[in-house]
């Protein structure tokens, strides 16, 4: 009798082991699926260049950095709720936007936030305009995306490149658009247009303005440098 209620006890055991393997799988799929959806319908939110890419600053740089024009605009990738927005001292001009799949999408140094806390948003609507707002070297906009939610320590967060495809530093992206363009180590300079440059070595602001045409004054302005100081893949903006 004691041998007989422990087989039964065994493969009651083993049974709920093959169920919990059977739903975790299930669970794993779902989750991969819905990460394949988001990225078929995900949109750049900017015009621009890559300029920092995900887990760089020994793992600190928790999103990617798009360099562009001073006030481009900056769009919502996908349909949400603003959650927050507001000045913060590190990240500038922000806002948050909480999406349906449980992904959140934080939009930093911008130099106007044009949305408020609450308001509901489309895929492509405008939420911002590119700056260089709270802690930032230069013109940019800093986006992170963050699973479920947003927490300080940024523990939730991935890499926005498995939702938005892949970009290497010195790509250009454009807003509103699914993938990448080529990359860019130099630019050309058409009048009344703006274009990108990647500092190479020994390049100095004197340097490029002369090959740009430009004075260092309005390379300083239109990238609001407050010293000459430029650094190897900094991009700067190149606007007659």
Request: net charge negative; hydrophobic share 35%; aromatic share 6%.
């Amino acid at each position: 009798m004691r041998d007989y209620i422990r087989r039964l006890l065994i493969a009651a055991i083993m049974a709920l082991c093959v169920s919990l393997l059977f739903l975790g799988g299930k669970q794993t799929e779902a989750s991969m699926q819905d990460s394949q959806e988001i990225k078929a319908g995900w949109i750049w939110p900017t015009d621009g260049v890559v300029s920092d890419t995900y887990g760089t600053r020994h793992g600190t740089h928790k999103g990617i950095d798009i360099a562009g024009s001073l006030n481009s605009p900056i769009v919502a990738v996908e349909d949400g709720v603003v959650g927050k927005s507001y000045y913060s001292k590190t990240y500038g001009n922000v806002v948050f936007i909480n999406h349906p799949n449980n992904f959140v999408t934080v939009y930093a140094h911008l130099n106007n936030r044009l949305v408020s806390e609450g308001q509901e948003i489309k895929q492509g609507d405008r939420v911002g305009t590119m700056g260089r707002t709270g802690e930032s070297t230069g013109v940019h906009l800093h986006f992170e995306s963050h699973q479920i939610e947003w927490t300080y320590d940024k523990k939730n967060a991935i890499d926005p490149e498995r939702l938005l495809g892949n970009a290497e530093v010195g790509v250009a992206v454009k807003g509103g658009m699914e993938g990448t363009s080529e990359s860019l180590t130099a630019s050309t300079n058409v009048k009344g247009h703006s274009a990108h440059y990647i500092v190479q070595a020994g390049d100095t602001l004197s340097s490029i303005a002369l090959k740009s045409n430009l004075s260092v004054a309005k390379l300083k302005e239109v990238n609001q440098l407050k010293s000459d100081l430029i650094l190897p893949e900094q991009v700067l903006v190149i606007q007659n």
